[in-house]
C-alpha cells in the first residue's frame, strides 16, 4: 500500500468518520460516484459488524497499485469473538435467512477482491479491494 | 443532527440530512409514532434525498420505522433513494419489501394523497 490510515473503530460516530474518510481517498483515486458511495456503504457494513460483534477495532484504508491498475484497500480487523464458521457467514442472509447476517456475502458482491481470516477467540480481519475502473 | 418533522395537511415530513448517526434515527422513530398520533396524521413520508449511504442498519431502520407507523394507523412513503445507493442496497441485498417509495417528494406527496383518500371513499 501506498500510504494507508487508520480509524479507530470504537462508537457509532466512528463509522461515518471511517465512511467519510473512504469516499475522500475513492475520490482521489478517481472512482465513479457510484462506486464512491459503494465504498462508503462497504466501509459501513464491515465498521457496523466491528462495533456489534467485537466492541472495538480498526479500518485502514489505504490507496494500492497492481500491474498499471490502482485501487483502494479496506481492512477490518479486530480482536473480537471471530467467527466459528465462514462458509455459514458467507451465505447469503437475506435470501436464504441461512446466513448469520453480517452483510458480508453483499459486501462481497460489491468489492472486487475480499478475503477473511477469522480465528475463534481471536478476531477477524477483512480484507478487501476496489479497482480504478479505466474506460 | 436531528431529524425535521413537518406537519403538512393529514401528512408529516421528515426530511434526513446525510450521515445520521444511530442515536438520530432511533430517535426520529420515537418522534414520528408519536406525533402520527398527536396530529392524528394519515401519512408519513420520508425524504431521503440527502442520503448518501444507506446500509444494512438504514434499511432496518427504516423499515421497522415504517411498519410502526402502520400500526398507529398511518401509511409511510419513503422517497427521494439516490440512484447509485438503489444500486448498492440491490447489490448487498437489502430490500424495502412491502414499504411504498416515491422518486421523490412531490410523487410520495401525490401516492399519499390517492391512498388516503381511497380509504376515506
Known amino acids: ?7 479507530i473503530i470504537e462508537s457509532v ?3 461515518i468518520t471511517a465512511r467519510e474518510q473512504g469516499r475522500t481517498i475513492g475520490k482521489e ?11 462508503a456503504t462497504v466501509i ?13 477495532g480498526e479500518i485502514i484504508l489505504g490507496m494500492t497499485r497492481q500491474g498499471g491498475r490502482h485501487g483502494i484497500v479496506i481492512i477490518a480487523r479486530d480482536r473480537g469473538p471471530g467467527i466459528p464458521d465462514i462458509p455459514l457467514a458467507m451465505q447469503d442472509g437475506y435470501s436464504t435467512r441461512k446466513g448469520l447476517g453480517l452483510g458480508l456475502p453483499g459486501v462481497r458482491r460489491l468489492m472486487d477482491e475480499f478475503e477473511i481470516i477469522s480465528e475463534v477467540g481471536k478476531g477477524t480481519t477483512v480484507t478487501m479491494k476496489k479497482w480504478v475502473y479505466q474506460t | 443532527m436531528e431529524v425535521p418533522i413537518l406537519k403538512q395537511g393529514d401528512f408529516l415530513i421528515a426530511t434526513i440530512q446525510a450521515a445520521l ?10 418522534a414520528l409514532v408519536e406525533q402520527v398520533g398527536k396530529h392524528r396524521s394519515k401519512g408519513v413520508i420520508i425524504d431521503v434525498t440527502a442520503l448518501d449511504v ?17 400500526l398507529r394507523g398511518a ?18 441485498g437489502l430490500t424495502l419489501e412491502g414499504i411504498s417509495t416515491a422518486l ?5 406527496l401525490a401516492l399519499l394523497n390517492q391512498s388516503t383518500g381511497k380509504r376515506e371513499a
Request: hydrophobic fraction near 45%; glycine fraction near 4%.
Open chain 1, 1 to 7: 500500500m501506498d500510504s494507508e490510515i487508520c480509524i
Open chain 1, 13 to 15: 460516530s466512528d463509522i
Open chain 1, 29 to 39: 483515486l478517481g472512482f465513479s460516484f457510484t462506486d464512491l458511495t459503494i465504498i
Open chain 1, 44 to 56: 459501513s457494513e464491515v465498521a457496523r459488524n466491528i462495533l456489534v460483534f467485537a466492541k472495538e
Open chain 2, 21 to 30: 448517526t444511530d442515536a438520530d434515527l432511533l430517535k426520529l422513530h420515537y
Open chain 2, 54 to 70: 444507506m446500509d444494512s442498519f438504514a434499511t432496518k431502520t427504516l423499515r421497522s420505522l415504517a411498519h410502526m407507523v402502520r
Open chain 2, 75 to 92: 401509511e409511510t412513503v419513503i422517497c427521494g433513494i439516490q440512484p447509485e445507493v438503489a444500486f448498492t442496497m440491490v447489490q448487498l
Open chain 2, 104 to 108: 421523490d417528494l412531490e410523487e410520495g
